[in-house]
């Protein structure tokens, strides 16, 4: 249950394949957490869009590109909203097709009993329920992935660590700044479809084409 819960990343983690700091703020691959990449700014390209999407995924489907650092909420007529994610970091990534099976305004994190006792043993000491709020790990929403009736413990959810949008940082949760997360949250239903896009292929063929932003609807509206 541990590695499915990204909140913990704000936590600096040792590697012996650790990057330089000079190259962090660049890095897409990291565990470590430092000072630099705490200033890093979000690419312009991880910024909410509405982009031509050519897909054969049904109007309400979300289609997460774990590799380009997209999430897709399908539009219909070849119309879609794009969004900046921030993903698994190497080793954490996966892939499948699941559902929003629950939906929570400023979720409370529960860290595994496994992830405190391994944290305390670095010294950083866990709650065992962080309540709802700004400085909550799981930002203003929570959409909880389900295959059929099983919580898969994997999230897409807001964050207290903006600038950790379009990295591999995450324990596999998926990752949005907080005015996109409530903005996805109001137009995703629970039973909506999840596509994600990542390592072993377990989501099988997914027909998409990014087109790029939707020039007309962005100046017009539509």
Same mark, same amino acid.
């Given at each position: 249950?541990?590695?499915?819960?990204?909140? +913990?990343l704000?936590?600096?983690? @040792? @590697?012996?394949?650790?990057? $330089?700091v000079d190259?962090?703020?660049?890095?897409?691959?990291?565990?470590?957490?430092?000072?630099?990449?705490?200033?890093?700014?979000?690419?312009?390209?991880?910024?909410?869009? !509405?982009?031509r999407?050519?897909?054969?995924?049904?109007?309400?489907? *979300? /289609?997460?590109?774990?590799?380009?650092?997209?999430?897709?909420?399908?539009?219909?007529?070849?119309?879609? /909203?794009?969004?900046?994610?921030?993903?698994?970091?190497?080793?954490?990534?996966?892939?499948?097709?699941?559902?929003?099976?629950?939906?929570?305004?400023w979720p409370?994190?529960?860290?595994?009993?496994?992830?405190?006792?391994?944290?305390? $043993?670095?010294?950083?000491? !866990?709650?065992?329920?962080?309540?709802g709020?700004?400085?909550?790990?799981?930002?203003?929403?929570?959409?909880?992935?389900?295959?059929?009736? $099983?919580? @898969?413990i994997?999230?897409?959810?807001?964050?207290?660590?903006?600038?950790?949008?379009?990295?591999?940082?995450?324990?596999?949760c *998926?990752?949005?700044?907080?005015?996109?997360?409530?903005d996805?949250y109001?137009?995703?239903? *629970?039973?909506?479809?999840?596509?994600?896009?990542?390592?072993?292929?377990?989501?099988?063929?997914?027909? +998409?084409?990014?087109?790029?932003?939707? /020039?007309?609807?962005? *100046?017009?509206?539509?």
């Amino acid at each position: 249950m541990a590695f499915a819960m990204s909140a +913990f990343l704000a936590l600096p983690v @040792t @590697t012996s394949a650790a990057p $330089r700091v000079d190259d962090a703020a660049n890095s897409t691959a990291s565990s470590v957490v430092t000072r630099e990449m705490m200033k890093r700014p979000v690419p312009d390209k991880f910024k909410r869009r !509405l982009v031509r999407l050519s897909t054969n995924e049904a109007p309400g489907t *979300i /289609i997460i590109d774990t590799n380009n650092k997209f999430l897709y909420l399908v539009e219909g007529n070849n119309k879609a /909203i794009r969004y900046g994610v921030g993903v698994g970091r190497e080793g954490f990534g996966w892939s499948g097709v699941v559902k929003i099976g629950r939906k929570e305004e400023w979720p409370s994190w529960r860290p595994p009993a496994e992830m405190r006792s391994r944290e305390a $043993r670095r010294g950083h000491f !866990l709650p065992e329920v962080q309540k709802g709020g700004p400085d909550n790990p799981l930002g203003a929403r929570a959409m909880y992935l389900y295959k059929g009736n $099983r919580d @898969t413990i994997f999230r897409i959810h807001g964050t207290n660590q903006p600038w950790s949008i379009g990295l591999n940082l995450s324990s596999g949760c *998926i990752r949005m700044n907080n005015k996109d997360v409530q903005d996805l949250y109001e137009r995703a239903d *629970i039973g909506s479809k999840v596509v994600v896009i990542g390592p072993g292929n377990k989501q099988g063929d997914v027909s +998409f084409d990014d087109r790029g932003v939707d /020039i007309l609807r962005t *100046i017009f509206g539509g």
